[in-house]
């Protein structure tokens, strides 16, 4: 960083600071997670729950909420939406994800799950609680910045340290294990036949990309389900879908060594640098450097349902998730955009896809995940915790089987259209139970190719996806938010602290 733009980032968060005493307490929250983790139905749904929490829809009702213990004392006044501080960054589109899931212009039966996150967004929610403790008893507010942005784009972070080289090897190397082999064929023999020394040229630059991005999608794939996919915005695009700053693919180019500036290598290396400066460092910057708080989710049903490849992958990908929190010194641009995060909440989605029984074993299973990354990348410097919840609950329970068969624990939901177990296909109207078996007791076998200790029961496991849950409204129409399980607790760890 140069030292004007160094005063500059110095200067902004001057800005900031002063802007965030005029907000008063304040919290900023990054939500984020790989695609289709869950995050904009978790931001709807928390935001749901908390600007109803106090409705009188809900007087007399069960408490929704009732480790959130601000609500459970009896002491939150409510959630308001207010205006967001930054006029450069969209808005969540709360009305629109909500109107989807209670089926839009009221439509029950025509309700759907949101449109997944694409690009940053954000919104301004403020709680008014009673204070009980402290300095200044009485009411008082806190505003939450809700920040919405790609998991992908949190992968990214490695690539500042690393050469054009490097990066090329690395990806080469990793391109060429046993599962990902197959998907990287076709990108990889094109690349053989590329000449680095040639000159450079934009079509082929346009194919190499193309090629390596559809490799890039493969893994991406229900069927494999990987995680660790940099450069981020390859399937992330957000607002560069379509940019030449995507237009470049690793090459088989040798560390140290130097090409013409007017070859292909030179080119490619150039427009790599170009993303690390342009792309990356001011998300990092502008955004990630900003968070005081940081909720990461984790679609560990989708990795679980892939195999222990797709498992060790999820692993490597939160390691470089936690690097990017990272407490320690050593790295002159990880002290720059490094935030000063103080609670990371990792989750693990869609729990409601499991019998009740099975939650701590989830949650046992994204614990281990996250210890084994910690480990790796020292320490993070915050305070950690582990959840595995669903932000919305689509599913009931109940127990299955015939007369002479023991009986299983089941969900019963209604499958989306088109998703099948078993030869069933199902057509999105109709219920169905579903045995979605036991995840082990033992979180390490997860990732074992061979996992020999096993019931069958336990490894059989398979999650269908289902549709959002009937929308319930009060007597007076006002749509009731959708039940969930462990959201509360998940609001608790974020907030507790600061509505005692
Ligand atoms: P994003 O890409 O992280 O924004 O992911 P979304 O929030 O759009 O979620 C992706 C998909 O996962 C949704 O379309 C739903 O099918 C499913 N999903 C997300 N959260 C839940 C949940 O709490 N329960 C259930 N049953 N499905 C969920």
Known sequence: MSIVSELLFEARAAA????????????????????????????????????????????????????????????????????QPDDAVPRFAYEDHI?????????????????????????????????????????????????????????????????????????????????????????????????????????????????????????????????SLPPGRFLMPGDLEGSPALTFAPLAVEEGETYPPDSFAAMMERRYEAYKTHVVKPFFRDHFSRLDRQIVLVDALAALNAGPAAMRDLETALTDVLAAFRAGRSNILSTLFRPKIDKILFVATKADHLHHTSHDRLEAILRHLTAKAIARVETVGAEVDVIALAAVRATREAKVGGPDEPALEAVIGRPLEGEHIGGETFDGNSEAAIYPGELPRDPEAVFRDEPRSLTPTEIDYRFVRFRPPVPVRSPNGTLLPPPHIRLDRALQFLFGDRLG
Not at 106 to 130: K, M, V, Y
């Open 99 to 227: 109107a989807a899931l209670a089926g839009p212009k009221g439509n029950a039966g025509a309700r759907h799950w949101p449109q997944s996150t694409r690009r940053i967004s954000e919104l301004r929610l403020r709680l008014h609680f009673d204070q009980k403790t402290g300095m200044r008893p009485g009411r008082q507010s806190l505003a939450i910045d809700i920040v919405d942005y790609p998991g992908e784009w949190l992968l990214d972070l490695p690539l500042l340290g690393k050469s054009f080289a490097q990066w090329s090897r690395e990806t080469f190397i990793a391109s060429a294990s046993a599962a990902r082999t197959p998907l990287a064929a076709q990108w990889r023999r094109a690349t053989a036949n590329v000449d680095p020394r040639g000159s450079a040229s934009e079509e082929e630059a346009r194919r190499e990309a193309q090629l390596f991005t559809n490799y890039l999608r493969a893994c991406r794939a229900d069927e494999y389900h990987f995680s």
């Open 16 to 83: 900031q600071s002063l802007a965030a005493l005029a907000t008063g307490p304040h919290i900023r929250l990054g939500v984020t997670g790989l695609s289709r983790a869950g995050k904009t139905v978790f931001i709807t749904a928390l935001i749901e729950q908390l600007t109803k929490a106090a409705s009188p829809a809900l007087y007399g009702r069960r408490n929704n909420l009732p480790v959130f213990r601000v609500h459970a004392e009896g002491r939150l006044i409510g959630a308001t939406l207010e205006p």
